[in-house]
């Protein structure tokens, strides 16, 4: 590091120290700044931490409202008014050093941008995905606009074995390709979820195919690179949406998937290998319900904290009718009786608590059906849409 200010040796100016241990301290020091950051919220300035989500704390007095979200040391700040974000600022700097860096305009690597006349906002990774189509030299590919083509079922009956394979794929960089698509993946790219998912699974054993599929991701995120995630151009409601593809996988194990979207754009997505061989599709529709269960009561019990408490029985759509008249059924069901998981169950008694009900949502309007299978392009630009993506 730079020697600070103050320090400097005059002898020798260009110098740099080198660190004999972090300057943050002890192993234990994360722990001991959120307990004194959640004592200066909680204590000193009144917040409420959010009982779901430990990051976020919470102040309502009236009709004003405070939300404070925080990452490390980080924190977003969001109020009813600019006044009280300047207010709370203010209060925080008497007890830490503050840098106030003004409007959010990045957030972990993501671009936020807003447009007031529309009450619009707009999650744009574009940055980082030129930084790694440089890095793998992939600017010069021909775009497109799929990630994976829909005949293509990747296995391991595709991997090296001559010598000769295994010599031309000795320099390629399979993991790290594999790991810059994961970072953006959770972030603003719901739409390549699927394609990098299957990719990932032969991170430690590849073949040409699978290596092929990667350049065909990055080639589908080069025509695609200028989409944005956008918020406030639809519902303003919680939509919440569950698909499973059977078992079309090699180990014969179902795909879950599930979309959550609010204000027109996804908030929470997922693609998730069954941990069972599912004997039919109304069974692994059933067990991915259960999966998308899970993230749906987490979800309403965060707004509810934050908002106004949810008095309706939360809605989540499913395209098969056969597990959704399984689910209601609460008699010893031969489709079922072998499944000895108890928490595979567990929506038999949301759906009995009247927390979620599961409503029938045609296939041609299920948008998570781009996270269990590889799509025809016009599929794929209209669940594209769907999911929030859109051109900047």
Not at 360 to 381: E, W
């Amino acid at each position: 590091m730079c020697q600070l200010p103050g320090y400097a040796d005059l002898n020798y100016p260009h110098w740099v120290c080198h660190l004999r241990k972090t300057l943050y301290g002890l192993k234990q020091s994360g722990c001991r700044w959120y307990q004194q950051l959640v004592e200066i919220l909680v204590t000193k300035l009144g917040f409420k931490q959010c009982e779901v989500d430990q990051a976020v704390f919470i102040k309502q007095e009236g009709m004003s409202l405070m939300i404070i979200v925080v990452h490390v040391d980080d924190c977003t700040i969001t109020a009813t008014t600019l006044t009280l974000i300047t207010a709370i600022k203010c209060e925080l700097s008497r007890f830490v050093e503050v840098t106030d860096l003004g409007e959010l305009h990045w957030l972990l690597g993501i671009e936020v941008t807003q447009n007031r006349e529309e009450c619009t906002l707009a999650l744009l990774q574009q940055t980082y995905i030129d930084a790694i189509l440089h890095h793998f030299n992939f600017n010069e590919l021909k775009p497109i606009s799929m990630p994976m083509e829909p005949s293509m079922k990747l296995s391991t009956s595709q991997l090296l074995s001559t010598t000769a394979e295994y010599a031309a794929m000795q320099n390629i960089l399979y993991q790290k390709a594999v790991g810059s698509l994961m970072y953006a993946v959770p972030r603003t790219w719901p739409d390549i979820l699927y394609a990098v998912s299957q990719v990932s699974h032969f991170s430690s054993n590849h073949g040409q195919v699978h290596w092929d599929t990667i350049w065909q991701i990055y080639r589908h995120l080069l025509g695609m690179k200028n989409l944005q995630l956008i918020y406030g151009g639809g519902e303003k409601e919680l939509a919440r949406y569950t698909d499973t593809d059977g078992s079309v996988m090699e180990d014969h194990c179902a795909i879950s998937g599930y979309a959550f979207l609010i204000d027109g754009g996804a908030i929470s997505w997922s693609s998730k290998h069954q941990e069972i061989v599912s004997l039919s599709m109304t069974e692994s529709e059933y067990v991915g319900v259960t999966h998308a269960t899970k993230e749906a009561l987490w979800l309403c019990m965060l707004t509810s904290s934050l908002f106004t408490p949810l008095l309706q029985p939360t809605t989540l759509f499913s395209d098969n009718q056969s597990a959704i008249a399984l689910v209601k059924d609460h008699q010893y069901h031969t489709c079922t009786k072998h499944i000895i998981d108890v928490h595979f169950h567990f929506i038999r008694w949301i759906i009995d608590d009247s927390k979620i009900q599961l409503i029938y949502c045609p296939t041609g309007d299920m948008v998570t059906n781009i996270f269990t299978k590889a799509l025809p392009l016009l599929k794929v630009k209209h669940f594209t849409v769907e999911l929030g993506l859109h051109t900047a």
